[in-house]
C-alpha cells in the first residue's frame, strides 16, 4: 500500500507541476508545439518525473516479488501434493 501511494502521490505532483508550467508558458506566448519539450526539460518538472519514476521501478519491483513468492507457494504446493501421492 505504502509503494502505490507513494507512486499515485508523485504521479500527482508531476502532473500538477506540469500543467501548471504548460499554462504558464502557453500564457507566455509560446508556440503549443514546443511547450511540452520545453515543459519537460524544466528542472524542477524533470525532478518530479525521476521521482515519478522512482516510485514506478519501486512499485513494480514489489509486484515483480509479490508474483515470485506466490510462484513458490505454488511450487510448495505442488512437491507436498506429490509427495502425498507418492510421486
Do not use: C, W
Amino acid at each position: 500500500v505504502e509503494r502505490g501511494k507513494a507512486l499515485a502521490e508523485a504521479e500527482r505532483e508531476y502532473r500538477k507541476m506540469l500543467s501548471i508550467e504548460t499554462l504558464k508558458l502557453h500564457s507566455e506566448g509560446l508556440k503549443v508545439t514546443i511547450i511540452s519539450d520545453i515543459v519537460r526539460g524544466l528542472p524542477h518538472v524533470a525532478d518530479l518525473r525521476f521521482k515519478r519514476d522512482s516510485a514506478k521501478v519501486l512499485y513494480d519491483s514489489l509486484y515483480e516479488s509479490i508474483n515470485i513468492l506466490k510462484l513458490q507457494l505454488k511450487i510448495n504446493e505442488t512437491d507436498m501434493e506429490n509427495e502425498r501421492k507418492g510421486v
